[in-house]
């Protein structure tokens, strides 16, 4: 990271002594063991050295040859995470000898990047949340947050605010979720229907399209498409872009698909399919067995299970028990979180734009096809450079699925973090904050 970051922090806090013990997580240190390819990140006091740079160069260098688990212990004398090498075994403890280099804790309030919003009109009635911060920053790279399934640009405000201080910084909402929702009905009932209707149906129910979403299907496909011209036209030049989840497979598929807008991607607990349906350009034949794939409006078959699906996915209860699923430290607050996923169900387009999601078609390349297109242009251009980054506890990506990838592409780093879960960029904000400035 840039080393400026890490001098502001040492000159303002020398000692980590005046910090309760509740704020020891977010001021943490790298520390490299000389004896054992191994490296821990501490919470305890640090030992600055004046070789550091050459410590946080090792680390990544580390990264690319195996994989690095980062994994917390607790003992005596230190309290922090602890890195394994080769075959991510955990480590029980550190050695008082270890040298220890400081990581910035998330910025105070005060000192952190301010966000705006502002609203991007892709296509008639299609318009597309974003936030942004660090725009000042102007000969600073440019970084893209693309967000999981169900969230939107919420999720990342860890990271709008702390790396917003030095990059410029935008995360979006994907078409059909968060704030990206239509703000017209896509296919309303006809008047004489509306007229016979005892009760308020949701927005996507009725019996007719509007003209502009004749052929509207929010698939992996549009959100590709969604990316591509959110680059060109509201960032400008090519971007780092990182995706969890659903967006990590959306940030592979846009890499291979444009990578002379990409100048790196990170995936964090990046899901390795999505779709259940064949693509009509893909597998047309196949396609035309299925005369429903997400476009509106729903046919009534679809709007029954819809409305009972529904009913349940979007109760409060029921997002509740998700998050406490997929977050592995229940310490994490995600009030913010759990009350910005209520607000976007209560939109009446959500439940039709859920039917879409689900049952829409697979991508044209699929994420394996992704990546082996992105390493061809690797190998021909070397110039777009991948990193991985997992939570361990993930129940639903778990990380297996990330060291496939690196075995795909055994040359990029691969990061395991535990504690964490499915969203390490908001458990581990600081952890996942330092992997990216490096």
Same mark, same amino acid.
């Given at each position: 990271?840039?080393?400026?970051?890490?001098?502001?922090?040492?000159?303002?806090?020398?000692?980590?002594?005046?910090?309760?013990?509740?704020? @020891?997580?977010?001021?943490?240190?790298?520390?490299?063991?000389?004896?054992?390819?191994?490296?821990?990140?501490?919470?305890?006091?640090?030992?600055?050295?004046?070789?550091?740079?050459?410590?946080?160069?090792?680390?990544?260098?580390?990264?690319?040859?195996?994989?690095?688990?980062?994994?917390?212990?607790?003992?005596?004398?230190?309290?922090?995470?602890?890195?394994?090498?080769?075959?991510?075994?955990?480590?029980?403890?550190?050695? @008082?000898?270890?040298?220890?280099?400081?990581?910035?804790? &998330?910025?105070?309030?005060?000192?952190?990047?301010?966000?705006?919003?502002?609203?991007?009109?892709?296509?008639?009635?299609?318009?597309?949340?974003?936030?942004?911060?660090?725009?000042?920053?102007?000969?600073?790279?440019?970084?893209?947050?693309?967000?999981?399934?169900?969230?939107?640009?919420?999720?990342?405000?860890?990271?709008?605010?702390? &790396?917003?201080?030095?990059?410029?910084?935008?995360?979006?909402?994907?078409?059909?979720?968060?704030?990206?929702?239509?703000?017209?009905?896509?296919?309303?009932?006809?008047?004489?229907?509306?007229?016979?209707?005892?009760?308020?149906?949701?927005?996507?129910?009725?019996?007719?399209?509007?003209?502009?979403?004749?052929?509207?299907?929010?698939?992996?496909?549009?959100?590709?498409?969604?990316?591509?011209?959110?680059?060109?036209?509201?960032?400008?030049?090519?971007?780092?872009?990182?995706?969890?989840?659903?967006?990590?497979?959306?940030?592979?598929?846009?890499?291979?698909?444009?990578?002379?807008?990409?100048?790196?991607?990170?995936?964090?607990?990046?899901?390795?399919?999505?779709?259940?349906?064949?693509?009509?350009?893909?597998?047309?034949?196949?396609?035309?067995?299925?005369?429903?794939?997400?476009?509106?409006?729903?046919?009534?078959?679809?709007?029954?299970?819809?409305?009972?699906?529904?009913?349940?996915?979007?109760?409060?209860?029921?997002?509740?028990?998700?998050?406490?699923?997929?977050?592995?430290?229940?310490?994490?607050?995600?009030?913010?979180?759990?009350?910005?996923?209520?607000?976007?169900?209560?939109?009446?387009?959500?439940?039709?734009?859920?039917?879409?999601?689900?049952?829409?078609?697979?991508?044209?390349?699929?994420?394996?096809?992704?990546?082996?297109?992105?390493?061809?242009?690797?190998?021909?251009?070397?110039?777009?450079?991948?990193?991985?980054?997992?939570?361990?506890?993930?129940?639903?990506?778990?990380?297996?699925?990330?060291?496939?990838?690196?075995?795909?592409?055994?040359?990029?780093?691969?990061?395991?973090?535990?504690?964490?879960?499915?969203?390490?960029?908001?458990?581990?904000?600081?952890?996942?904050?330092?992997?990216?400035?490096?």
């Amino acid at each position: 990271g840039p080393s400026h970051v890490k001098l502001q922090l040492v000159d303002k806090k020398p000692s980590l002594c005046g910090l309760t013990p509740s704020l @020891e997580k977010r001021h943490q240190m790298l520390c490299g063991t000389s004896r054992s390819r191994s490296l821990g990140i501490s919470a305890g006091n640090p030992s600055i050295v004046k070789n550091s740079q050459q410590e946080l160069s090792g680390l990544f260098k580390s990264a690319r040859r195996h994989p690095i688990a980062l994994t917390r212990v607790s003992n005596e004398s230190y309290s922090g995470y602890v890195a394994g090498g080769e075959g991510l075994e955990d480590m029980s403890g550190v050695e @008082e000898s270890t040298e220890k280099v400081l990581i910035p804790g &998330l910025p105070d309030e005060s000192e952190s990047a301010a966000i705006s919003s502002g609203f991007w009109e892709w296509k008639p009635k299609l318009t597309v949340h974003y936030e942004k911060a660090g725009c000042d920053n102007v000969n600073s790279p440019a970084l893209l947050f693309l967000p999981g399934f169900g969230v939107g640009s919420f999720h990342y405000e860890k990271q709008l605010k702390d &790396l917003g201080r030095d990059f410029r910084v935008w995360a979006l909402d994907f078409l059909g979720q968060g704030k990206s929702l239509p703000i017209e009905d896509p296919a309303p009932l006809s008047k004489k229907a509306y007229l016979s209707e005892q009760k308020n149906i949701p927005w996507g129910f009725g019996d007719k399209p509007e003209p502009w979403a004749k052929n509207l299907v929010y698939s992996v496909d549009l959100w590709r498409d969604q990316v591509k011209y959110f680059v060109e036209e509201i960032i400008g030049e090519p971007v780092y872009v990182i995706g969890n989840s659903l967006g990590g497979y959306v940030a592979i598929y846009f890499a291979a698909c444009n990578p002379q807008l990409v100048k790196g991607v990170t995936l964090l607990n990046a899901t390795p399919f999505w779709g259940f349906f064949p693509n009509p350009i893909k597998s047309p034949l196949l396609a035309k067995m299925f005369p429903w794939a997400g476009t509106f409006p729903l046919p009534d078959n679809v709007k029954k299970v819809t409305e009972i699906v529904w009913q349940k996915i979007s109760d409060p209860q029921t997002i509740a028990d998700i998050l406490k699923q997929v977050y592995a430290d229940h310490s994490t607050n995600v009030d913010k979180v759990f009350s910005q996923i209520v607000e976007t169900t209560q939109h009446p387009a959500a439940a039709a734009s859920f039917a879409s999601i689900m049952c829409a078609p697979t991508g044209e390349l699929s994420f394996n096809e992704s990546l082996s297109s992105l390493a061809v242009f690797r190998c021909r251009e070397n110039n777009i450079p991948i990193c991985l980054v997992y939570g361990k506890e993930d129940p639903w990506v778990r990380p297996i699925w990330g060291q496939q990838v690196k075995r795909q592409l055994p040359e990029v780093p691969y990061y395991e973090i535990s504690p964490a879960g499915h969203c390490p960029h908001d458990e581990v904000p600081e952890v996942v904050n330092y992997i990216l400035r490096g």
